[in-house]
């Protein structure tokens, strides 16, 4: 796909986040918004080189170990009728419903993780995978994709949620943290969605024989605005897009087929809901099964966190319009406090 050209930024060395300058690209945004930078390297109990690392949820509650499966054919379509217990994508659905306590919660499954024997690309630096230790597949494979500054450790705990919930999430490395673009992103995120395809046949891969042809795209920032791009320019490819305070303040994103969650903040300083996140949404087709959700008062680092508003409904949007569970349907509705905008076309 083609660039859209790099938008020059500089890092700034304890904020993540990135400017609503327009044409300028994101910048490192105002200490208002912005969180302290992690040191580069990722977090605590982030696997080395040598093999997977089990990384223990603790979680509680029903968000059990679905899967996915073979392809499930046109996406976006909740009541396409899979067979009862089964998800779209061909695993068990969770044997546990979910409740209100247990969805703001990791599942209960375990997790591992590996980064080594992953294919090079000069597109992305590295890939770290996340998967459940136990639970059937074939998995959904959740790509994740980084905002600006962004680095393993604060997009672990979305790895983490995704892959306790019975997801292989994949975080894509940016080669250049600091100087980068939504574009390049993009290019990314897509060059690691067909390595990560790469790992059902791989000889020694952890995961061999155990994904599905679905495939849902994420990020945050810069990563989110990556996300609904690939889901518009490989309508066929995505079965579901999340987009975590998107950054891309120009694109029209009518070609986007996959059912798409936008995620926001209503005080986003660097990704403005009305020139980023809503404007998104306002472009999808009013046919799409797409929902947008704005958190009161929210940062750019608003839907960063799966511990807050946005985990509930990051994982529903993939269990109902993926997996077709519709338990979880209820946790999509409008939430009764805590958010300053919401639209949907979920039946």
């Not at 105002?30 to 390297?41: K, L």
């Not at 969805?103 to 993780?113: A, D, E, F, K, R």
């Not at 889901?231 to 029209?252: I, M, R």
């Not at 990051?314 to 406090?337: E, M, N, Q």
Request: hydrophobic share 35%; with cysteine; aromatic share 6%.
């Amino acid at each position: 796909m083609s660039l859209r050209g790099p938008l020059v930024v500089s890092l700034l060395a304890m904020v993540v986040g990135c400017s609503s300058s327009g044409s300028s690209g994101p910048t490192g945004g105002n200490g208002a918004t912005g969180n302290p930078a992690p040191s580069d390297g990722g977090a605590t109990g982030n696997p080395g080189s040598n093999g997977p690392a089990d990384l223990s949820t603790g979680g509680k509650g029903g968000g059990g170990g679905s899967g996915g499966g073979l392809d499930a054919g046109a996406p976006g379509s909740p009541d396409s009728g899979a067979p009862a217990g089964t998800s779209k994508c061909g695993a068990p659905l969770d044997t546990t419903a979910p409740t209100a306590a247990s969805i703001v919660q990791n599942g209960p499954l375990s997790v591992t993780s590996y980064s080594s024997g992953l294919p090079a690309s000069s597109a992305y630096k590295s890939l770290t995978v996340y998967y459940p230790s136990k639970g059937q597949g074939p998995f959904v494979v959740v790509m994740i994709s980084p905002g600006l500054t962004e680095v393993l450790q604060y997009l672990q705990p979305w790895a983490q949620r995704f892959a306790s919930y019975g997801y292989v999430a994949v975080f894509v490395e940016a080669n250049d943290t600091s100087n980068d673009s939504e574009a390049l992103r993009a290019d990314g995120l897509w060059a690691a969605i067909a390595a990560i395809k790469g790992e059902n046949t791989r000889a020694g891969s952890p995961l061999a024989g155990k994904l599905s042809n679905c495939i849902v795209t994420s990020g945050h920032s810069l990563g989110g605005g990556a996300s609904i791009t690939i889901a518009n320019a490989h309508p066929n490819d995505v079965k579901a897009a999340l987009g975590f305070n998107p950054y891309d303040g120009s694109a029209n994103f009518s070609g986007i087929v996959a059912p798409t969650l936008i995620l926001t903040g209503q005080s986003d300083g660097t990704a403005p809901p009305a020139q980023h996140g809503r404007r998104q949404y306002d472009t999808m087709s009013s046919s799409l099964t797409k929902e947008y959700v704005e958190i009161q008062s929210g940062s750019h680092q608003s839907a960063l966190s799966p511990g807050t508003i946005p985990g509930q409904y990051a994982v529903s949007w993939i269990k109902l319009t993926v997996d077709g569970d519709t338990r979880y349907r209820p946790f999509l509705d409008k939430a009764a406090s805590g958010l300053s905008d919401f639209a949907t076309t979920l039946p």
